[in-house]
Each structure stands twice: as structure tokens, then as C-alpha cells.
């Protein structure tokens, strides 16, 4: 409350032509008060008509004379001495880009109304009167607006207070009856109210759809916290698991060296108790030997008969038949039996961590993965292929970095392998696929098959070649013209010729694209089916021989 009476005295000791506490305060005649500066100003601005009160427009015959209040001005001091300031605050007054009153002379406020009757925007101040007259009780008072006049009729100058639905435009009473005449006209507020109902079902319609996508945006907030809880969680067991397996496996190192350690130090002392005993052997033998030069040295016959009456054979050695030297074999097979541990683990790591990342990426986020549009989009999908040496035909010659096969003219020497294939030039990846993965082949002017497939795909005569079983997919790309070959059906593409040929794989989705890449990248086939296994890449080339195809780097 002290407040507001604050507010009511600066008001009052206020000019109201600069807002601001009366400077040199004088009164006119008719009782209100200015700056003396102020009113003479305005005064004198407007010469040519008669002097008259800014508020109370009186006027007076002639010009008054103008003397300083020196009470007031006493009293505007005091007011500076406690610190009041009567201008408004500088957020009061009307800016460039504010509507500003019509009324206030000098610096003008901002409106905070404006009158659709009146055609004219009030401050605070000049506004009261139409709250407290019965004369304005009609009058229609909206937010402040700079675009009042528009309200205006160009043609006639009056107030458009209604609408001409034929010509869906604002008009004046007498346009109605002019250019308008027989056109479907209703009041401005009729067609106000009618867009206004309509715009709130719209807006129902809105707020269903605001409220649908907040729902839906919980729903993927949940998503992403149950996503991150699941994948700390698993991130946590999976690391306990390996700690297990690896805590295992450096238990079962530890317990295969001590028992090489224990049957080294066992063979070591049997070895060491056998020489002790040949070393004993050695030393009664060189005695002997000793013995019997002495004797033999005698030249005394009767002494050398009676000291050797007959000669015993030799006692033959226990041991020496049964002492076999292998030098660096003693525990060669101890070795190769951890080898063949080591080769079943990476067996078992290598078939079973593609169903963990298969496992991984089928994490179904609610979330749609569109197809890249450019090659650029293709290429952050890009992957490194190389071949598997275990699956490529006898017939192919095999690039230094396993990315290029060449059909040769003699069988070459590969070791057998449950995995080769014996019957067609094929070849497979070595690299499982899950997910999503982009790359390209680039192959020789003679015939060659771009494929996927399963890594059980079939290695008989029959059944192995690419895309005549539903273990692979297909794309035959012939001297002139493109097949897709699936479960033994083949489809007829056209498209234009490219040596490059690009592949494109969503798993998850079961999306996979194949593309011509030459300058641009045009679409041959898309296949959209289910994935049930991680897929391999593959080519088949055909004779004759230095007929080729390389997996490119990409990056």
C-alpha cells in the first residue's frame, strides 16, 4: 500500500507534458500545474491558436503570465530529497517497435489498449476515462495495435464491421450494398464467432495431437532409460562373465604348468638317478680296465696266471637299451594339445560372437531407420571385407590381403576344409554381418555374382551355388544385363552396366539393396525379407580364366 501511495504522490507533483517532476513549477490558470519550460514550449508551438491547458483543454485570452510556485517548488525538492523520481521507468515509454499512446504529448507511453471505436491506442493514464464513463461503455477494447487503420475502409473511410464470405475479405456497410451488393455477407463478429468455433475444434484436435506425441515422448524417454539401465546392467554381468572365463583360463594355465613343472622336475630326478647309476657303472668299468693293464704290464707268468685265472665276460648294462634320445620333444604334445584348446575356443568365439552381435543389434528401439539417399550417407555405413581363405574354390588365386579373387587355369594347393567350396568359384567372407554395413565389389568385364549368405549354406554339388537356395541371395551381372537369382528363381533387371557394384544390408530391418556405382548411384534390386542368421559376403566368378572381383576399401 505504502507503495502505491508513493506512486500517487510522484503523479502529483508530476508535469504531464514531460513526465517527468515538475522543473520550475508554474500554475495556470485553470489550476493545473507544468514546467515552466514545458509549457511555454508548448505554448509557443502552437501559436497560432489560442494558449489552452493540455489536460482540461480550457483556453485563455490572453497568454497568462507565468510565475514560478516557489511552495510547489519546495515541495518538488523535498520529493527529490527522498529519492522518489515521477517519470515512469524507461520500460514505460513507447520504443520503436512499441504502439505508443495517441494522447500523451512530449514523450509518449506505452499503450496498453487499444479502442476499435475510437481507432486510437491509450496509456494507463489517458485509458481511465473509458473505465469510468458510461460513454465508452460500447466502446471495444483490444491489445494494443500499430495496424488500427487497416480497420478503416480505403474506399469509404468507415469502420469495416463486416465480412464478405464470397470474396473472403473485410468490408465497410457501404461496400455491402456497392461492389459487394448479392455477394453471402454476414457481420464481422458472425464470421468471427464461426471461425472462432471452428478453431477451437481445431485446436481440440491440436491439443489431442500435442498430448499423443507427449505420450509418445515419455514413451522414448522411458525407452532410453530403460535402454541405458539394460545396457549398464548387461555391460556389468558380460564383464563379470569374461572375468570368470579369463580368472578360468589363467587357472588352467596355472595348473598345466605346474604339472609340466612337477613332471619336469619328476623325469629331471629319474634322468639324474639313471646317470648316477651309469656314471657308478663308468667308474667300476675304468677300474677294471685299470686293473687288468696293471696285470697285463706283469712279466711274471706266474703271477699273471695266478692273479687272472680265467676271464669273466662283462656284466652288459641294465640301462643303455633302454635310454632313447628326442631332443625338443618331451612335451611337443602337451603343446599341441593346448593348441588344439586354443583353435576350439576361436572356433567357438568366432561362430558363437556373431549371434552376441546379432544379439545386440536386434535391440529394438521404436525408432525408423530410413534408407541412405547418397552415396555419402552409404559410405558411413562402409565396412572392411576380406575373404575367408577356408571357403574359397581351389580354382581362385587368393590376393596377399585376402580382398581379390582371380579364376586361374590350374587347381591350386589349399588344404581341405569342412567350409570350401569344391563344386562352383565361390568365395564367402570371413567377416560376419549384422546390423547395418555398406560396401562395394569391383569386378573384371566377364561374369560375376554379388552375393549374401548364410554361412551354413549348403556345400554340395547341387544346392551350393549362390542363389539357388534359400540360404543366399543373388546378383548375376552379365556382359550386358543384371539377374537376381533367389531359391533358385532368377528375375530379369535392367539398369545400367557398372564394373562397381554396391551393396547395401539392414539386417535388423531385413533390408538389402544392391546399387550400380558409377558416377551416380542408381538402384537394381531391393530384397525385404527376415533375417534369421548373420550373413556373409560372397562372389561368384565365372571362367575364363583372370576373370576377377575385389572387395574395395572405402575408407
Not at 500499430?146 to 480505403?154: E, T
Not at 680265467?310 to 643303455?320: N, V
Not at 562395394?440 to 537356395?469: D, H, L, P, Q
Request: proline share 5%.
Amino acid at each position: 500500500m505504502a507503495q502505491k501511495g508513493d506512486q500517487l504522490d510522484q503523479e502529483t507533483f508530476s508535469c504531464s507534458i514531460c513526465l517527468d517532476l515538475l522543473k520550475d513549477p508554474v500554475a495556470i490558470p485553470c489550476g493545473h500545474s507544468y514546467c515552466m519550460n514545458c509549457i511555454n514550449n508548448y505554448w509557443d508551438e502552437g501559436e497560432k491558436k489560442l494558449p489552452s491547458c493540455p489536460q482540461c483543454r480550457e483556453t485563455f485570452i490572453p497568454r497568462p503570465a507565468l510565475v514560478k510556485n516557489t511552495m510547489l517548488a519546495a515541495l518538488v525538492e523535498q520529493l527529490k530529497k527522498t529519492g522518489l523520481q515521477a517519470a515512469p521507468a524507461d520500460h514505460c515509454y513507447a520504443g520503436p517497435e512499441d504502439v505508443a499512446c495517441d494522447f500523451c504529448s512530449g514523450r509518449k507511453l506505452k499503450a496498453v489498449k487499444s479502442c476499435l471505436f475510437c481507432l486510437a491506442s491509450y496509456c494507463e493514464k489517458h485509458l481511465q476515462p473509458h473505465h469510468d464513463s458510461s460513454t465508452f461503455k460500447k466502446h471495444q477494447l483490444v491489445h494494443p495495435s500499430k495496424n488500427l487503420q487497416d480497420n478503416i475502409c480505403p474506399r469509404h473511410g468507415e469502420v469495416m464491421k463486416m465480412f464478405c464470405r464470397t470474396d473472403q475479405k473485410c468490408i465497410c456497410y457501404l461496400c455491402s450494398v456497392d461492389e459487394h451488393k448479392g455477394h453471402d455477407t454476414v457481420s464481422a463478429a458472425a464470421e468471427r464467432t464461426e471461425r472462432q468455433r471452428k478453431m477451437e475444434v481445431r485446436r481440440q484436435q491440436i491439443q489431442q495431437e500435442i498430448q499423443g506425441r507427449e505420450k509418445d515422448v515419455k514413451l522414448l524417454q522411458q525407452e532410453v532409460e530403460d535402454i541405458n539401465q539394460s545396457a549398464d546392467k548387461t555391460v556389468e554381468d558380460s564383464e563379470e562373465m569374461f572375468t570368470e572365463l579369463i580368472s578360468l583360463l589363467q587357472k588352467r594355465s596355472s595348473e598345466v604348468k605346474q604339472q609340466i613343472r612337477s613332471q619336469q622336475e619328476t623325469e629331471v630326478s629319474r634322468v639324474r638317478e639313471l646317470e648316477e647309476k651309469l656314471q657308478q657303472e663308468i667308474s667300476d668299468l675304468k677300474r677294471r680296465d685299470a686293473e687288468m693293464k696293471q696285470l697285463s704290464d706283469t712279466e711274471d707268468h706266474n703271477q699273471f696266471l695266478h692273479s687272472c685265472p680265467s676271464l669273466s665276460p662283462l656284466s652288459e648294462s641294465t640301462h643303455s637299451s633302454s635310454i632313447s634320445i628326442r631332443p625338443l620333444r618331451y612335451f611337443q604334445d602337451v603343446a599341441a594339445a593346448v593348441s588344439e584348446v586354443r583353435g576350439r575356443l576361436q572356433d567357438i568365439l568366432r561362430d558363437t560372437w556373431t549371434n552376441i552381435s546379432l544379439t545386440i543389434t536386434d535391440v529394438d528401439v521404436l525408432l525408423p531407420r530410413p534408407e541412405p539417399t547418397s552415396r555419402a550417407g552409404f559410405l558411413k555405413y562402409s565396412c572392411e571385407i576380406t575373404l575367408d581363405p577356408n571357403t574359397v574354390n581351389p580354382w581362385f588365386s587368393l590376393s596377399e590381403e585376402n580382398r581379390k579373387v582371380t579364376v586361374m587355369n590350374k587347381r591350386q594347393s589349399y588344404s581341405d576344409h569342412p567350409d570350401r567350396f569344391i563344386h562352383f568359384h565361390q568365395v564367402l567372407s570371413r567377416e560376419s554381418l549384422t546390423g547395418r554395413h555398406y560396401w562395394e565389389v569391383e569386378k573384371t568385364a566377364g561374369r560375376v555374382s554379388v552375393a549374401v549368405s548364410y554361412k551354413n549354406i549348403s556345400r554340395s554339388e547341387k544346392e551350393s551355388r549362390f542363389g539357388f537356395n534359400d540360404t543366399s541371395w543373388s546378383l548375376d551381372c552379365y556382359s550386358g544385363s543384371y539377374g537376381f537369382i533367389y531359391n533358385n528363381i532368377e528375375t530379369s533387371i535392367p539398369g545400367p552396366l557398372s564394373s562397381r557394384i554396391g551393396v547395401y544390408l539392414d539386417h535388423r530391418a531385413g533390408v538389402l539393396s544392391f546399387y550400380s556405382v558409377s558416377e551416380t548411384m542408381t538402384l537394381l534390386h531391393r530384397v525385404q525379407t527376415s533375417f534369421t542368421q548373420p550373413l556373409h559376403s560372397g562372389v561368384r566368378v565365372y571362367d575364363p580364366p583372370g576373370n576377377s572381383a575385389e572387395f574395395c576399401k572405402l575408407r
